[in-house]
C-alpha cells in the first residue's frame, strides 16, 4: 500500500540562528531556522508556532507547548523526553531518530506527520485525530492510543509491545511488519485490523479462545 504523507516543505536555504533570539513569550512565533547543537527549555508556552524550521541535535530540557500550532518542521536527533505537545496542530512534520519516551499529544490533530527511528516508550496520544501519519522503525512500548479516530494511519515495523488502542478502531490498520507480544484493545474494535496468522492467533486469546493443534 503507498503511504499517503507528504513530507515538510522546508526552504532549501534556511540560516543557523539561535532560538532565544527568536523566542518572544508575547508573539511566540519561531519561523525560518535550522537551531542545532544546543539546550532548550520551553516551560509552558501556549499558542507557540513553529514554521519552515529544523532543529537539529537539540536537547529540550523542558518542552511543554499547549495549543501549539507546527508546519513544515523536521526534529532530527532530538531528544523531547516528556515532551507536552497537548491539544495542538501539527501538519507537514517529521521526527527523525528522536528520544520521544513519555511524549504526551493529547487531544491534538496530526496530519502528515512521521516518526521515523524514534523512541517512543509510554507516549500517550488520547483523543488525537490522525490523518495520514507514519510510525517507522520506531519503538511505542506500553504507548497509549485512547479514543484515537484514524484515517491513513502506517506502523512499519514497529515495536508495539504493551500498546493500547482502547476505544480505538483498528478497522483497515496493518500490523503485519510490526511486532508485539501482547496488545489492549477493545474486541469489538479489532475487527478489519490486518494482521498475520501468528498475530491473529495472539488476538484470538484476547477473546478468551483457547487455540489448540
Known sequence: MKKKVIDPNI??????????????????????????????????????????????????DYFSVPNAYLKDVKFDHCQCINAEINESALKRVEFHQCRMNGASFGDSFLEDVQFKNCMMDLAGFAYSKHKNVLFSSTQLKES??????????????????????????????????????????????????????????????????????
Not at 534556511?14 to 523566542?23: A, G, I, R, T, V
Not at 511486532?179 to 490486518?194: L, P, S
Open 144 to 213: 497509549d492510543f485512547y479514543e484515537n479516530t484514524f484515517k491513513n494511519i502506517y506502523f512499519d515495523q514497529c515495536e508495539m509491545s504493551g500498546i493500547r488502542f482502547s476505544n480505538t478502531s483498528l478497522k483497515g490498520i496493518d500490523l503485519r511488519t510490526s511486532n508485539f507480544e501482547r496488545m489492549v484493545v477493545d474486541t469489538e474494535n479489532i475487527k478489519g485490523a490486518i494482521v498475520t496468522q501468528d498475530q491473529a492467533l495472539g488476538f484470538l486469546q484476547l477473546l478468551g479462545l483457547v487455540v489448540k493443534d
Open 11 to 60: 526552504s532549501s536555504d534556511l540560516l543557523e540562528k539561535d532560538f532565544y533570539s527568536l523566542m518572544d513569550e508575547e508573539d511566540p512565533i519561531i519561523e525560518n531556522a535550522i537551531i542545532k547543537d544546543c539546550t532548550i527549555s520551553i516551560d509552558s508556552i501556549r499558542n507557540v508556532e513553529f514554521k519552515n524550521l529544523v532543529f537539529k541535535n537539540v536537547i529540550f
